[in-house]
């Protein structure tokens, strides 16, 4: 019997890739229908191929491909935006890469999830095209991806006694605040002041549009950054490299 072989055009954007052979590339694509694939370019580090552009990270683009087991390949590629800007900034490029490998560790393969997708394409255009705060579009971005993916903090009462009386510490374990009485007992917590929280609450209900208006002081934003990156770490039960290589470049920033 002859293979059928199924031509797929998707959307897609690419997360990661690996080089082998002379000129191969495998990529994990991040598809809003089938969620992470594995699709094989061939030849695409050949010196004339068409396809090298389209195979590079943050690269969202239109695919076609045919299935072959649990990979595809790539047969025709069509560059919708290749967000090229965020090569040119290494703090673009720091934190671009923490949020494709973020978006890596929860997509999940033949589940898609159109939602995510365009958070990611959103949070990309924001790197390439405008001059706001990779940092700041980042923490957005984490805020917003934990709520989709059902880890929306709990931040208007004690998540222990259901208290809605202040000070509050936040219990990364729980995803929530929990009060004075509470901590005391058991001194689980990170530090948060309210400003901080409201930052968060602000930031779930927030259109993605406006982001161009959100601002959030310097204190808060280091706390900001503590408490998400311990609360992610927690929920994804995993420490990202590509987050540990900002806070060394924030690191040797500050020393100089
Ligand atoms: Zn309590």
Avoid: W
Wanted: charged share 25%; glycine share 6%.
């Amino acid at each position: 019997m002859k293979e059928v072989i199924r031509h797929l055009p998707t959307k897609g954007v690419v997360l990661r890739y690996t080089n082998f052979n002379e000129a191969d590339r495998m990529l994990t694509i991040f598809s809003p229908e089938l969620g992470k694939i594995s699709v094989l370019a061939r030849g695409c580090r050949k010196a004339k191929s068409r396809f090298l552009a389209a195979t590079e990270l943050f690269c969202y683009g239109e695919y076609t491909l045919y299935r072959r087991g649990d990979f595809h390949i790539m047969t025709q590629a069509n560059i919708l935006d290749s967000f090229y800007e965020i090569r040119n900034d290494m703090d673009k490029l720091l934190y671009a890469s923490y949020v494709i490998n973020l978006t890596e560790e929860v997509v999940s393969p033949g589940q898609g999830d159109i939602h995510l997708f365009y958070l990611l394409l959103q949070t990309l255009s924001y790197f390439s095209y405008s001059d706001l705060d990779p940092e700041l579009i980042t923490h957005v971005f984490e805020i917003k991806l934990l709520d989709h993916i059902g880890y929306r903090p709990v931040l208007d009462k004690c998540i222990a006694c259901g208290s809605n009386k202040g000070p509050y510490h936040f219990d990364i374990r729980e995803g929530g605040l929990v009060c004075a009485n509470c901590y005391n007992t058991n001194i689980i917590g990170n530090n948060i002041q309210m400003g901080t929280i409201k930052t968060i609450e602000y930031v779930l209900d927030m259109d993605m549009n406006r982001i161009n208006v959100l601002k959030i002081p310097s204190s808060i934003k280091e706390e900001l950054d503590t408490i998400l990156k311990a609360y992610i770490e927690e929920r994804i039960d995993k420490k990202l490299k590509s987050r540990k290589f900002i806070d060394d470049f924030k690191g040797k920033n500050r020393k100089r």
